[in-house]
Each structure stands twice: as C-alpha cells, then as structure tokens.
C-alpha cells in the first residue's frame, strides 16, 4: 500500500470518527425559537419571508457570467496570438461577433432595464417640475 492511499483511509477514519463522536457527545435540546425562521437579525413577520424576486436580476447574472466566460476563452489566445496567426483571429472575432450580436439583441429588447422605485420617482418629479415651470411661463 502507498502512502498516498494510506494517507486516504487514515484521513477517512479519524473524520467518521470525529463525526460519531460529535453524534454521541453533543448535546441535542432543540425548542421553538432554535427552528424559526431567522435572517439578517431579525425574526421574519407572517408572510414576509417569502417575497417576490425580480427576474431581471438573474438576468443581469447571467450577462455578467456570459461576458465572464468570455474573456477567459480569449485569454488563450492571447498568450498564444504568434502561433495562431490569421486563423485564430478569425475564430476568435467570430466568436465576439456572435456575443456581442446577442448582447445587442438583449439591449434592443431593453432586457437589462431595471424599472425601480428610486428612478420612477426622480423621473417623475423632474417631470412634474419640468411642466410646472412650463405652465407658468
């Protein structure tokens, strides 16, 4: 047997041991307040602690991970650029042809507008500034 796999079974043993001591030793008096819901601090209200999450957010994820990915797929080749030559960037501008065609496709679909409360205020008290002004004049 290696010292390798000898290590293995040793590292095995002494953390399913831990595990049963832990089980065995531990003291285990759970009550209500252990089991309630608990976050950031504060106890949840009734029907509070299951809200609604914008869609949108994981949207603006998924763009992040996408243009993400994307520099680390092209990272390769430009460390290897003198070996690859004129067909490596082809590939490659293809390749943030086709990315950059989709990011265009989601701007024109406005998919990474946000409509928040802050904006919709501003907004619409600078309007509503705006044609009080014009109104007096």
């Known amino acids: 047997m290696s010292s390798v796999t000898f290590i293995f079974i040793i ?11 832990n089980f065995v030793l531990a003291p ?5 307040e252990k089991y309630s819901i608990f976050e950031c601090g504060f106890h949840s209200f009734l029907g509070q602690n ?3 999450f914008g869609v949108k957010f994981f949207i ?28 490596g960037l082809i590939i490659v501008l293809i390749f943030i042809g086709i990315i950059t065609v989709g990011f265009v496709f989601e701007l024109g679909k406005s998919a990474l507008k946000i409509d ?7 907004f619409y008290k600078s309007q509503k500034f705006i044609n009080t002004f014009i109104e007096n004049k």
């Open 116 to 122: 928040s409360r802050q904006s919709y205020n501003y």
């Open 28 to 32: 285990h008096n759970p009550y209500q």
């Open 60 to 87: 603006f994820a998924l763009v992040y991970l996408l243009l993400d990915l994307e520099i680390l797929v092209i990272y390769p080749y430009g460390l290897s650029s003198y070996e690859n030559g004129v067909y």
């Open 11 to 21: 590292v095995a043993i002494i953390a399913l041991l831990f595990l049963v001591l």
């Open 50 to 52: 299951r809200s609604q």
